[in-house]
């Protein structure tokens, strides 16, 4: 293919595969921090860490003068927002906690990859989203792959604690899918919220439940590590989301626990297994099907009125008043356009098809 070709795999797709490395990452070297932190209250510092990290990077960009490219949150925009926090930063930690000290090891794992699932069927079945076999074997690869590699023996049995990891996996498949609605919206204004007040809540409740508050040197290794595994994580997520939908988004963020067990590996000399070898090549054919996805078809798009970040190409031909810094964000108005080129469903392309 020519880079033409290629065109509509950028920025999203590396965005997507940044957010599941920094998250795959934040993985084991959590693991490190986890002897001398509570668990629920390390998932609370990670969280804080990363919404307070991002607030100097959103207030040290306005004492600077520096302008931001993204529309700002409007009040239309708070519903979705406190759903978001509640379901992925509030109700999905409470149950993985509740479920993770009701059942096994090997069943916590294998039932996380929950979440991709879980994120995949609600874009698919309930925002309409397109597919095709090619996505849909790719995304079984993919799964499958993350299956592998969280697999640790076994009986796998279905209980209370097991239905709870299962709850905390739809609560955020319905965050990431929630988050699309604002995902034309400052990312990083977004994630230092969401962090602020499910790490907050988290740290609380941890504190509730007689969790030890741990040393210096661990809440600012576990603040850093939140920063970059969480909060710019979730900022190149979203970012993912406007430009992928939430389903193609999510399958490339499930690739994350191979990236973790690979830093694992060459950081904690952990061994080179063959079951990671396994979910490395049904990872790697699960990522090379979505990347030769081709999906292109004619289709009309109708007036639209919206504010997001962007630069003047097909998408956006309308008129300005002054001086245009690019990328920038205004409230604009699409014209009607019917025409045919590769694109996912992205901001502009959010239509199902039979």
Avoid at 82 to 93: N, Y
Avoid at 135 to 145: E, P, V
Avoid at 189 to 199: F, H, P, Y
Avoid at 219 to 231: E, N, P, T
Wanted: glycine residues 10%; neutral net charge.
């Amino acid at each position: 293919m020519s880079t033409r070709d290629h065109s509509h795999l950028w920025p999203g797709v590396p965005m997507a595969l940044a957010s599941a490395m920094l998250f795959g990452a934040s993985t084991p070297l959590s693991k490190l921090l986890l002897g001398a932190v509570d668990p629920w209250l390390l998932a609370g510092l990670l969280y804080l860490g990363a919404g307070l990290g991002l607030a100097v990077v959103h207030f040290g960009r306005a004492a600077l003068g520096v302008p931001a490219p993204e529309a700002p949150l409007r009040r239309s925009d708070l519903p979705w927002l406190a759903a978001v926090v509640v379901s992925g930063g509030m109700i999905g930690p409470l149950l993985l906690v509740f479920g993770l000290s009701r059942t096994t090891a090997a069943s916590g794992a294998l039932l996380l990859n929950l979440e991709a699932l879980a994120t995949m069927a609600i874009a698919w079945l309930a925002f309409r989203e397109n597919v095709d076999r090619r996505l849909l074997l790719g995304a079984a690869a993919i799964l499958a792959g993350a299956a592998v590699l969280s697999w640790q023996g076994g009986d796998v049995g279905f209980n209370m604690g097991a239905a709870s990891i299962a709850g905390a996996c739809l609560a955020w498949g319905v965050d990431n899918n929630l988050t699309r609605k604002l995902s034309s919206s400052d990312p990083v204004v977004i994630a230092m919220i969401k962090g602020l007040v499910a790490g907050s809540v988290n740290i609380v409740l941890a504190l509730l439940r007689g969790a030890d508050f741990p040393s210096a040197d661990a809440v600012v290794g576990a603040a850093v590590v939140g920063l970059f595994g969480v909060g710019v994580s979730l900022v190149l997520f979203i970012l993912a989301l406007r430009h992928l939908g939430a389903a193609r988004t999510g399958a490339y963020f499930s690739l994350a626990p191979f990236v973790g067990a690979i830093i694992a590996v060459a950081i904690l000399h952990e061994p080179l297994t063959a079951r990671l070898v396994i979910a490395g090549a049904l990872m790697g054919f699960g990522l090379w099907l979505h990347l030769a996805e081709r999906h292109e078809h004619s289709h009309d798009h109708f007036a639209l009125e919206h504010e997001h970040s962007h630069v003047h190409e097909e998408h956006h031909r309308h008129r300005h008043d002054g001086p245009v810094r690019e990328p920038h964000s205004h409230w604009h108005r699409h014209e009607p356009l019917r025409h045919a080129h590769p694109h996912y469903p992205d901001i502009h392309h959010r239509h199902g098809h039979g």
